[in-house]
């Protein structure tokens, strides 16, 4: 069973500009995870999805950061326009409701790096 | 709301030493434990995990027992290896999924 994929796995943008990270689940998993993780933290949950669908986002920089689920599938998460503070590794997980819910598996992550 | 605190790292052993970090919690129900690890330049990965209180998870030598009297989840290892160096996340499971983490410990193990 193919893992959840990220891509890029590095970037380095300047303040300002903007950037998207795009993730691929695992096949079949119907809940989809957007993690931030600062240096030196523990991740935190920006965004989840079920199937196309937000459950939580209360944590999500509206004013900045945006992220979509199209067809229940693959998602990008954008940030526009980007701060310093932003610098951090952004994870995505997923999860499938059916066999051991909610148990969620991790892809390597993107680290971004704003300047 | 619901939050996880561990204790501060880094933590520096020799081999073969016995291996403790503390985890507690505090959350609204009985939310499902975990200990994630994450060793240098590779992603998160689920350690071991419990589902209720009194649970015990287990992997690779590493333990954690779930307390509810004393919000606890502390992971223990009884001989440590140097390729056990790594990030350790203790981390609650909310009723929708989602995870909270804690900060993180380090674990240096030396030769």
Same mark, same amino acid.
């Given at each position: 069973?193919?893992?959840?994929?990220?891509?890029?796995?590095?970037?380095?943008?300047?303040?300002?500009?903007?950037?998207?990270?795009?993730?691929?689940?695992?096949?079949?998993?119907?809940?989809?995870?957007?993690?931030?993780?600062? @240096?030196?933290?523990?991740?935190? @949950? @920006?965004?989840?999805?079920q199937?196309?669908?937000?459950?939580?986002?209360?944590q999500?920089?509206?004013?900045?950061?945006?992220?979509?689920?199209?067809?229940?599938v693959?998602?990008? @998460?954008?940030?526009?326009?980007?701060?310093?503070?932003?610098?951090?590794?952004?994870?995505?997980?997923?999860?499938?409701?059916?066999?051991?819910?909610?148990?969620?598996?991790?892809?390597?992550?993107?680290?971004?790096?704003?300047? | 709301?619901?939050s &996880?605190?561990?204790?501060?790292? %880094? &933590?520096?052993?020799?081999?073969? +030493?016995?291996?403790?970090?503390?985890c507690?919690?505090? +959350?609204?129900?009985? %939310? =499902?434990?975990?200990?994630? &690890?994450?060793? %240098?330049?590779?992603?998160?990965?689920?350690?071991?995990? $419990?589902?209720? $209180?009194?649970?015990?998870?287990?992997?690779?030598?590493?333990? +954690?027992?779930?307390?509810?009297?004393?919000?606890s989840?502390?992971?223990?290892?009884? =001989?440590?290896?140097?390729?056990?160096? +790594? &990030?350790?996340?203790? $981390?609650?499971? *909310?009723? *929708?999924?989602?995870?909270?983490?804690?900060?993180?410990? *380090?674990?240096?193990?030396? %030769?």
């Open positions: 069973e193919a893992g959840v994929a990220q891509s890029p796995r590095y970037k380095i943008i300047e303040k300002r500009q903007s950037v998207a990270f795009w993730c691929n689940p695992i096949s079949g998993h119907a809940t989809l995870y957007w993690y931030q993780q600062i @240096l030196g933290q523990g991740p935190k @949950l @920006l965004i989840q999805f199937n196309n669908g937000v459950v939580d986002d209360s999500l920089p509206k004013d900045r950061f945006s992220a979509e689920r199209l067809k229940g693959d998602s990008t @998460l954008k940030i526009q326009p980007a701060k310093l503070e932003d610098s951090a590794v952004y994870l995505c997980a997923s999860s499938s409701l059916r066999r051991v819910k909610y148990e969620q598996y991790f892809g390597p992550g993107t680290r971004l790096t704003v300047t | 709301g619901d &996880v605190t561990q204790m501060e790292g %880094p &933590v520096t052993l020799s081999e073969e +030493a016995f291996l403790t970090i503390n507690t919690y505090t +959350a609204t129900g009985y %939310p =499902s434990l975990f200990w994630y &690890v994450q060793y %240098p330049g590779e992603g998160l990965q689920l350690l071991l995990k $419990a589902t209720k $209180a009194d649970d015990k998870g287990s992997n690779k030598g590493f333990e +954690a027992t779930y307390r509810k009297e004393t919000t989840f502390h992971l223990e290892k009884g =001989s440590v290896q140097v390729s056990d160096s +790594a &990030v350790y996340f203790c $981390a609650l499971r *909310t009723n *929708t999924g989602k995870l909270i983490f804690g900060q993180g410990t *380090t674990l240096q193990v030396k %030769p």
